[in-house]
């Protein structure tokens, strides 16, 4: 009886195991996948140092939440918000500071709810005003169009997300604005949970003939904190290209996501 016992209890610690990581291996994939119908709420922290001719810093800590919505029992929308926080030293002149809000961009995805071969989703994406210092916002109200489209295989995740908007709005004392955002990615995850991965986030000014490049690579995991699923990821920041004098050294690219799966 003592033996079957134990060897009950083993095959529940067992079973219980294989489903955490079922679980964890699920939802980094669905983490990968910037339109997936799930809810989360990531901070991510972005660090650079030695920014323009006197080797500023500067902290940006973007909030983006994401809320799938279901439009009906084909399509979904996914809706999702960047609004960075930011604080800047040295970037303007040498011992000024500047913090507050930055420019907030609000999208949303209408995306096929049963896709398989390929993810995508299309739809309009915002920009809006909300930066708390003359230095941190272009004071214009924009639109444009917003696109993704991916492919998950294997534990592979191949995509790439693209927007164009152009201030329709706003201050005229201010440069009006045209502005591509491309972002490329790829990841790996393990049945754990764990993964590896990198995106390319390329911003082209079109007004002011400008190109900023940034090469991310991280390492994520995601685990439980007590019944909350959530998931970490860290890893260097580097500025392939900037506009002249504003170019970082190096930086660092830290993210926590709190995950609330169905």
Known sequence: MKKLILATLFCVSTFSAAFAQDEAAELAKKLANPIASLVSVPFQNNTDYGIGKWQGTRSTMNFQPVLPIKINDKINMITRVVLPIVTQYNITAP??????LGDAVMSAFFSPSNSEKLTWGVGPAFLIPTGTNDFLTAKKFGMGPTAVALKQTNGWTIGGLVNQIWSV?????????SQMFVQPFVNYN???GAGIGANIEWTQNWK????????????????????????????PRLNLAAPNGSKADWGWRAVVVFLFPK
Request: aromatic share 6%.
């Open 169 to 177: 709005a706003g201050d005229v004392d201010r440069q009006d604005l």
């Open 95 to 100: 011992g000024e500071k500047q913090s507050g």
């Open 208 to 235: 002011a003939s400008t190109t900023t490049i940034w090469l991310n690579p991280t390492i994520s995991a995601v685990t439980s904190l007590g019944k909350q699923k959530t998931q970490f990821a860290i890893g």
């Open 190 to 192: 393990w049945k754990s």
